[in-house]
């Protein structure tokens, strides 16, 4: 229920997100790392206390589904190991409510870092916008937590705080029948701020998310491309 102690930190870092997800990236802070047709991915370098925790940012544009149905997929932790490629397994430690889940995941080794794995609430949230300037936005926010029932582990716990917003753009029909996929776009920000929580090499750390953060999002919007291409549109 709302009242859950995290529902304040919840509201927090939903708020942080839409803030900054004008959807606009200032080209002179973020280096472009991958461009792939509609799909951008852009990080900044930073370092704290020696390690990286580059922010990621990508942009994407999505045809033929709605916001609320990829936020849908990548809240739904019962299909996450279909299209999260670098997962070794994850639990459900925790439902909150009917909107929030808190997940431990594993990811698997990358060689040659130790083993990573992530405690974090998942919240999906629907931003209904009321006109031009505030649009409607279906968001997933996955944000580090600890969490009792969490088995320690021997991976190297990091930390991140990563948002999924989406807004959908659907073009009116001509013949006013309803709208159908083709009339559909889904227009993608994720940003992810990931702190590997132990040490590890720069060069390795920033090769592995220029190869990985591209391929993920590729994989997961063909996902949900695939799992909603004969199902009825989720608006
Ligand atoms: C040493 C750092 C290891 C490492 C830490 C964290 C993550 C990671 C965590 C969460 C999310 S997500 O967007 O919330 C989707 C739910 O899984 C994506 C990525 C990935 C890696 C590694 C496995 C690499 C990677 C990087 C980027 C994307 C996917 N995998």
């Known amino acids: 229920s709302s009242s859950h102690k ?8 939903v708020a942080e997100h839409i803030k900054y997800s004008g959807f606009t990236i200032d ?25 990286i925790v580059d922010p990621l940012k990508a942009v994407h544009c999505v045809k ?9 997929y990548f809240w739904d932790v019962s299909v996450r190991m279909e299209w999260e490629g670098t997962l070794e397994s994850t639990n ?26 992530a405690v974090f609430w998942s919240h999906i949230r629907h931003i209904a916008g009321n006109d031009e300037n505030s649009p409607d936005m279906w968001m997933v926010c996955n944000y580090s937590t600890d969490h009792d029932k969490a088995q320690p582990s ?23 029948k309803p709208s159908t ?16 929580g132990g040490w590890a090499p720069p060069s ?20 949900v491309t695939n799992a909603t291409a004969d199902k009825p549109i989720m608006f």
């Open 64 to 72: 033929g589904i709605t916001g609320h149905e990829l936020c849908h």
């Open 154 to 176: 021997k991976c190297v716990r990091v930390k991140m705080n990563v948002a999924m917003v989406c807004e959908t753009m659907v073009t009116p029909r001509a013949d006013g």
């Open 6 to 13: 995290l529902y304040e930190e919840i509201n927090a870092v």
């Open 92 to 117: 459900t430690v925790e439902v909150v409510s009917d909107d929030t889940v808190i997940t431990h995941q594993t990811h698997k080794r990358v060689w040659p870092t130790t083993q990573r794995d």
């Open 181 to 196: 996929r083709e009339d559909l776009t889904c227009r993608v920000q994720y940003a992810a701020y990931v702190n590997p």
């Open 27 to 51: 080209d002179g802070v973020w280096e472009a790392i991958h461009e792939e047709g509609e799909m951008k991915v852009y990080r900044r370098e930073m370092e704290e206390d020696g390690m």
């Open 204 to 223: 390795v750390l920033r090769a592995v998310y220029k190869r990985e953060y591209p391929k993920f999002l590729k994989r997961f919007t063909q996902y």
